[in-house]
Structure formats: C-alpha cells, structure tokens
C-alpha cells in the first residue's frame, strides 16, 4: 500500500461523500472522520520519512523530503481542527436559522478538498501539478468565502478570484520561463517540469531568463500567500469566510505558498546563488510587516484584524529565509510551525466570540468583552499573548533566531527596521485585543451576546489552546526533527 496515495485520496473520497449531501449526523461523522484519518495518514507518511525512506508516488511526481514531511504534518493537523471547529460552528449557525442544505453540501465538500489540494501542494515535485493545486485552493476558497451569500461576501470572493487569478498567471507565466530557461536541457513530457530535475541542471539554466521567471513566481505565489503588497485581498476574505475555513487560508494556503516560495528560491539559489531571490523575499517580508503596522492601529473588524496578524507572520517568514543562512531557514521554518500550531486558537476564538455577539465589528461586539463572554475572550488573550511572539511561548524564539540571524549577518540595518515593526505590531494588536476584552463595559451600545456553552465549537478552541500553550515548553522529537531535515532543504536544497 501507497501511504502516501492515501494521504490524498482521503479527503478527496471525503470531499466526495460530503458533497452527495445526506443526514446531518452522516456528513458530521463523514467530515470528522476522514478528516482525523487523513492527519494520521499525514503522521505516517512523515514517520516513513524520517524512517529513512523517500515517499514517492506516481513515478517521481509526488514525492517527500524534509520540507514537504513539514508541511504535510502542518496542514494535515490544520485540515483536522478545522474540521472539528466546523461541525461545532454549523451547529450553532444551523440554531440561528442561518444554514441551507445548499450550504451545508457546500462545506462539507469544499472544506476536506480543500485540504486535499493543501497537501497536494505539499507533496508536488512537478512545478505543474504544483501549480494547478495552488489553483484548486483557490476555487475552493472563492465559495467558502462567499459561504454567508451576502452582497459583501461576494464582493470579497470576487475581489479574491481576480487578485488570486491574476497571481496565479504570475507564477504559470513564471513556470515556463524557468522551464525556457533551461533550454532543453529538461527534456519533454510532464517530468521536464520535475523540481529535483531542476535542481540537477540548475547550474546550465540561463541567468536572464531563470531572473524573470523567479520573479514572475515569486509575486504570483506570494500573492497567494498574501506578502505585500499583494495582500489586499486578505482582509476582505478573512471577513467573510467562516471561521473554520478562515483558518485553512490562513495557514493552509499561507504554508503552501510559501512551500512554492521557497522551491523557486532553491532553483534560484542553485542556478546563480542565493542573493537574487533571498533579497526579493527579505525585501518583500519587510514590506509586509511594514503594511501590517498602520492597519492594525486603525482596525475596525475582528477578523480583518487576524488577516493584517497573518500578513505580519507570512512577512516574519519571508524575512528569515531573505536573511539567509542556516539561523535564518531554521528560524522561519520554526516560526511556520508555531504559526501553524497558534492560529487555529485566534481563529476558533474569535469565530466564537463573533459567532456569540452576532457580528465581527468592534462597534458591534463592544469593549469589556471578559465579564460577558469570559471563555471566549479569555481564550483571544491567550491567542493575543502567542501570537505577538511574548515569552516564554514559542513565537518569541522563533523571531528572535530570526533577528539573530540578521545582526549576525550583512542585513543590520533591515534588521533593525524588522525589529522596530515588531515592537509597534505587538503594541497594535495588543491595544486591539486589550479595548475589545478589557476596556469599560459599553453598555447598550454593542449586542447583546448569547450565553456562552461548551458545546463541539467551545471544545475544540479549548484543545487547540491546550496545544499551543504545550508546544511552547514541548515539541515532539519527530516534529522537531521535521524542522530541523525542512531546514536541511532549505539551507542546501537537498
């Protein structure tokens, strides 16, 4: 058997059975189940790795090194929580009489397919299928955030489609300069687009046209992944997505585009030395924390306050692998599993906390949010303290390897402009955080909020605050072993 086969078609045959519709309870235990399946399948495949063996099905297409067995795992345990969360948020939606049978095919289908192209991404040594997975999350994600068939949620899901369509021409158009530039060399059929092909023939590629083609990828994938500043259309997404499926785009599509990210920077690196496509990234990452700043201060809506969060930590990312280096790689590497293991809590919470106030406004869900929802609003300060990268958790050691790796390295003065954005970034989403949980009571200004219950949704956020308070005093020795063969990858592209 080809564990790494079934890693796939488990949320495809999921997505499947999700779609034909059917009773309520079926589709619950449907989703639960194939989605619990699929990461323990994602475990597998990742201990085979690290077992000593290289996965690998469909001749060389799919395949497995230590950067994939990262992501695999990542998205695999994000597709899981969302999953769970999912049925939690239907139910409580489903009470409010806000839920179709439309509706509900439509999650219970898009949802696990769109963790099968998550892996899919993953997994992908061929720059094609890479690509056409990138597209399926992104015709997942444009009905998932028109979800609600609101005039807004389809202004945000169009808005998506043109801005994630006009990146996905970027990268196509990118693919097939790195492809010219290799002028033969890769030989013909779907294998020609192999990246460990590329990596073989890097040093022949043509420098002028390998340049366009890397920078043609690297804006149309970090479109996707939202770097500044083709970031606009996150804000709006975020808003109208269902908090279940606003956690897949947010750390879902953010890791695998930044898995694409980084397999352009090794053909890059390989073919004429890291400094060209590091330098687009670290200039990119910096633009991105730098965009995050003011919008931040100015925030008016929860969940557009979680995107302008996302667009700091992908930019954080970008900056460590620009920085270069193995500090770098490590302590971006390090930071995307954190993120990964932390935003599913910011999400749930705030989903809940919109969910119970009947609206994602500041205005509407008002200040002094704790004495009201106190297990929701507890649970956002706990997702604000780990999330701005306050010790002792582990987003503070991830940034801080980072900024070692650039005063140790050439790049002191964007260092220090890194340094000075994280410092106003944690001040603004604390000032955010501390006026919607902390601040006066607002009396009748703000909605009334239903009771809080500790139903499926209220569970799965308490779990996943229970995985990233643990992780930061404890990370499994195969997932730290995981970061450390990613970097391996990154650091000299093997």
Not at 24 to 36: D, F, H, K, Q
Not at 214 to 220: C, D, E, M, Q, R
Not at 290 to 318: C, D, T
Request: charged share 10%.
């Amino acid at each position: 058997m080809n564990l790494l086969v079934w890693t796939l078609a488990a949320p495809l045959m999921t997505a499947v059975a999700g779609s034909l519709g059917g009773p309520r309870r079926w589709n619950e235990a449907t989703l639960i189940g194939g989605l619990s399946l699929t990461f323990a399948l994602c475990l597998g495949t990742a201990g085979q790795f690290l077992g000593g063996a290289i996965p690998t099905a469909f001749g060389n297409t799919l395949r497995v090194d230590g950067l994939s067995a990262l992501v695999l795992v990542l998205c695999g345990f994000v597709g899981w929580v969302s999953g769970l969360y999912g049925v939690g948020y239907l139910r409580r939606n489903d009470a409010g009489g806000f839920l179709t049978p439309r509706m509900l095919r439509e999650f219970y289908g898009l949802v696990p397919a769109y963790v099968f192209a998550m892996l899919l991404v993953s997994v992908s040594n061929n720059l094609g299928i890479l690509w056409i997975a990138v597209e399926l999350t992104t015709l997942a994600s444009v009905f998932l955030v028109a979800f609600h068939n609101r005039d807004t949620s389809l202004e945000a899901a169009w808005k998506f489609l043109v801005l994630g369509s006009l990146g996905l021409g970027f990268a196509l158009l990118g693919t097939v300069l790195l492809f010219a530039s290799a002028q033969g060399r890769l030989g013909e059929g779907m294998s020609a687009l192999e990246w460990t092909r590329f990596m073989r023939v890097a040093p022949s590629l043509h420098p002028f046209t390998l340049r366009l083609g890397v920078v043609f990828a690297l804006i149309g994938y970090g479109t996707k992944a939202g770097l500044a500043p083709m970031h606009t259309w996150k804000p709006d997404a975020y808003r109208e997505a269902p908090s279940a499926t606003g956690v897949l785009m947010a750390v879902g599509m953010l890791n695998g585009a930044l898995y694409c990210l980084l397999r352009i920077h090794l053909i890059s690196k390989a073919a004429i030395g890291a400094d060209f496509s590091a330098g687009l990234l670290l200039t990119l990452g910096l633009l991105s924390v730098l965009v995050a700043m003011p919008f931040l201060l100015i925030q008016w809506n929860l969940k557009r306050l979680l995107a302008y969060s996302s667009i700091e930590h992908v930019g954080i990312m970008a900056v460590g692998i620009g920085l270069g280096g193995e500090a770098g790689a490590f302590g971006a590497l390090l930071h995307m599993t954190y993120h990964s293991l932390a935003k599913p809590l910011a999400f749930f919470s705030a989903g809940t906390l919109a969910q119970l106030h009947r609206s994602s406004d500041f205005d509407k869900i008002g200040s002094g949010t704790l004495g009201r929802t106190p297990v929701a609003s507890g649970l956002f300060l706990l997702a604000a303290v780990i999330m701005t990268g306050s010790p002792p958790f582990g987003m503070f050691f991830s940034e801080i390897t980072i900024l070692r790796a650039g005063f140790t390295g050439p790049h002191t003065i964007a260092t220090s402009v890194f340094l000075g954005a994280l410092v106003v970034l944690f001040c603004g989403f604390w000032y955010q955080a501390g006026r919607m949980t902390l601040g006066p009571d607002p009396g009748r200004n703000a909605n009334t909020p239903e009771p809080e219950v500790v139903d499926l949704g209220m569970a799965v956020a308490l779990l996943t605050a229970l995985i990233a308070v643990v992780s930061a005093f404890y990370l499994p020795a195969p997932l730290t072993a995981l970061i450390r063969a990613a970097t391996k990858v990154v650091g000299g592209g093997a």
